[in-house]
């Protein structure tokens, strides 16, 4: 396509529209393929910015985009003023009789003045389009301010939205939207602080010199004891397991530890 516009556009500066967010940065791109790199070295030939447009807006290329080879050249150069396509149009003008919020105001546009309607569509004095209650079509528009720009959150969606669109409940709408979004879940980072480095214990010099204790507490009942005390020397990994109480106190467990283990043992 630019080969064949090649004599118009030599020597001017012109916007390519391009449904795709990615290429608007790709001028700054620092990274590119083999492939992007001989379209810069051609495309270098040529003074343009490429902007980014909604796909529902760049419908006059949505078929022919979605042949790969084709994608690069198709994309550009596609200038429409179709806000959105014809059925989804129709699809909103449709609704309107059913929804109970713009019911009144299609029967009775005189008492409803900061409300025009043309062509059937209802927009409010700053030019914003009502949406009727299409789920369809909200998800869609929903998708194509979030999904399709990088996955914004809830302000900048409800900036881009709300500067065309309207609908109650729009914000709780966008919200409910955002907390769905498996993508954004994945990538949310997390909140906890990272994790600090193992330090794990130095390895004892000498058998029996470090040890390490544990309880096994609530047991069953038996011959009156209710819990057990596991002591285990660090070097050789020996253990011993002596009965014991819940209620034991810490002397009765200096009086057991140097009853069963010291004795044997030495002092740790
Ligand atoms: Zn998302």
Redesign the pocket.
């Known amino acids: 396509m630019y080969e064949a516009l090649y004599p118009q556009l030599t020597g001017t500066h012109f916007t390519v529209l391009s449904d795709h967010a990615p290429l608007q940065y790709w001028k700054t791109q620092r990274d590119l393929s083999k492939r992007q790199i001989r379209w810069l070295d051609f495309l270098s030939n040529f003074d343009f910015d490429i902007k980014y447009i909604l796909r529902i807006i760049n419908r006059a290329v949505d078929a022919p985009s979605c042949y790969p080879h084709a994608q690069v050249e198709l994309n550009a150069l596609a200038i429409t003023t179709h806000e959105l396509s014809d059925e989804v149009i129709e699809e909103i003008r449709k609704s309107y009789p059913d929804d109970s919020f713009f019911k009144p105001i299609i029967k009775d546009p005189e008492h409803y003045q900061h409300f025009s309607i043309r062509e059937g569509l209802i927009y409010l004095c700053d030019s914003r389009l009502y949406v009727a209650n299409s789920k369809s079509t909200r998800e869609m528009l929903l998708r194509q301010h979030?999904?399709n720009e990088n996955?914004f959150g809830n302000v900048k969606v409800y900036g881009s939205l709300s500067s065309k669109y309207f609908w109650p409940d729009l914000s709780k709408d966008i919200r409910k939207y955002?907390t769905s979004?498996?993508?954004?879940r994945r990538n949310k980072p997390s909140n906890q602080s990272p994790a600090g480095l193992l330090h794990p214990l130095p390895i004892p010099e000498e058998r029996f010199s470090d040890i390490v204790m544990d309880f096994v507490s609530s047991l069953p009942k038996s011959n009156g004891f209710d819990s057990i005390l596991v002591i285990m020397d660090r070097l050789t990994n020996y253990v011993l397991i002596e009965l014991t109480y819940k209620t034991a106190t810490a002397l009765d467990m200096v009086h057991l530890v140097y009853r069963t283990w010291c004795w044997r043992f030495g002092l740790p």
């Open positions: 979030h999904d996955h955002i979004c498996m993508q954004c």
